[in-house]
């Protein structure tokens, strides 16, 4: 997702391809609305982010965007999949009453993102089943790919949990987060626990993961996917470096991004 020029793919190639018809479909694969897979990514980038875009009529450019520009390319993809993200956002079951009766708001736990975790999340209830018991519920996680693919169980494929192994998360960190880092490209990866018994008593119970210091709620999640986004180097910064270069001054880069992200868009 390009957030300037707002355009969306999956990288097979250095081209852009400016729409979401034929030739982004060829980069990309097929995506089908109805497929679970889809449907679920959808959604979890809908619940899980406070920003607003607003397209142009029929096309694929952003108008206007509010908001985190990650969040706001992500939205974008959603839209590239053939979704709308306030459609999702207003279903009934993610809907919860304010405490005083005076109107609702989305999901049932939210958990903002922090510099130091490098995630967000949001736990959103299911719609009831046929047989009227509780849907349970489902805990939305996206952030930076190397720590949320730390927190992965298992990976959605065709709709079903496949288990990730040791290998396929080594492959992931070095063919596919690397790969994309290594073209300035900011990756974020999207996962998600469903809850079937309902909440947890404790959002906040402390564990430790795969080496890694998180929630308890955070552990044996699903992946949904990993998303690589450009972060376009404005046209200006080149000639202001240039230019505090010449007047004596060091320029010097503090980033949260990952490493090798980082490495690439500094040189």
Same mark, same amino acid.
């Given at each position: 997702?390009?957030?300037?020029?707002?355009?969306?793919?999956?990288?097979?190639?250095?081209?852009?391809?400016?729409? +979401?018809?034929?030739?982004?479909?060829?980069? *990309?694969?097929?995506?089908?609305? !109805?497929?679970?897979?889809?449907?679920?990514?959808?959604?979890?980038?809908?619940? #899980?982010?406070?920003?607003?875009?607003?397209?142009?009529?029929?096309?694929?450019?952003?108008?206007?965007? /509010?908001?985190?520009?990650?969040?706001?390319?992500?939205?974008?993809?959603?839209?590239?999949?053939? /979704?709308? +993200?306030?459609?999702?956002?207003?279903?009934?079951?993610?809907?919860?009453?304010? !405490?005083?009766?005076?109107?609702?708001? =989305?999901?049932?736990?939210?958990?903002?993102?922090?510099?130091?975790?490098?995630?967000?999340?949001?736990? %959103?209830?299911?719609?009831?089943?046929? #047989?009227?018991?509780?849907?349970?519920?489902? /805990?939305? %996680?996206?952030?930076?790919?190397?720590?949320?693919?730390?927190?992965?169980?298992?990976?959605?494929?065709?709709?079903?949990?496949?288990?990730?192994?040791?290998? $396929?998360?080594? #492959?992931?960190?070095?063919?596919?987060?690397?790969?994309?880092?290594?073209?300035?490209?900011?990756?974020?990866?999207?996962?998600?626990?469903?809850?079937?018994?309902?909440?947890?008593?404790?959002?906040?119970?402390?564990?430790?993961? #795969?080496?890694?210091?998180?929630? =308890?709620?955070?552990?044996?999640?699903?992946?949904?996917?990993?998303?690589?986004?450009? !972060?376009?180097?404005?046209?200006?910064?080149?000639?202001?470096?240039? =230019?505090?270069?010449?007047?004596?001054?060091? %320029? $010097?880069? %503090?980033?949260?991004?990952?490493?090798?992200? *980082?490495?690439?868009?500094?040189?």
């Amino acid at each position: 997702a390009h957030m300037e020029r707002t355009t969306f793919e999956v990288k097979s190639g250095k081209d852009h391809t400016g729409n +979401y018809g034929a030739s982004a479909a060829r980069n *990309a694969g097929k995506f089908v609305p !109805d497929d679970k897979s889809a449907q679920r990514l959808a959604e979890a980038v809908s619940v #899980n982010s406070t920003a607003d875009v607003v397209f142009s009529d029929g096309g694929g450019e952003f108008v206007s965007q /509010f908001g985190n520009k990650t969040d706001c390319a992500l939205l974008g993809f959603v839209k590239w999949l053939g /979704f709308d +993200y306030a459609e999702i956002r207003s279903k009934p079951s993610f809907q919860e009453k304010d !405490d005083d009766g005076g109107g609702t708001s =989305l999901g049932v736990k939210t958990i903002p993102f922090s510099s130091e975790s490098k995630r967000s999340a949001i736990a %959103v209830r299911l719609p009831k089943k046929a #047989n009227g018991d509780d849907g349970g519920i489902r /805990f939305f %996680v996206k952030g930076a790919s190397e720590v949320i693919v730390g927190l992965c169980k298992y990976e959605l494929v065709k709709g079903v949990n496949k288990r990730l192994s040791p290998e $396929r998360k080594a #492959n992931l960190q070095q063919q596919v987060i690397g790969k994309m880092a290594k073209e300035a490209m900011r990756t974020i990866c999207i996962a998600y626990k469903d809850f079937p018994a309902g909440p947890p008593e404790d959002w906040e119970e402390k564990t430790e993961y #795969n080496g890694q210091k998180c929630r =308890l709620c955070e552990t044996d999640l699903t992946m949904l996917a990993i998303c690589g986004i450009e !972060d376009p180097i404005r046209d200006d910064v080149p000639e202001a470096i240039k =230019l505090c270069n010449k007047a004596g001054i060091d %320029v $010097r880069m %503090v980033t949260g991004d990952n490493l090798q992200t *980082a490495i690439s868009i500094a040189k």
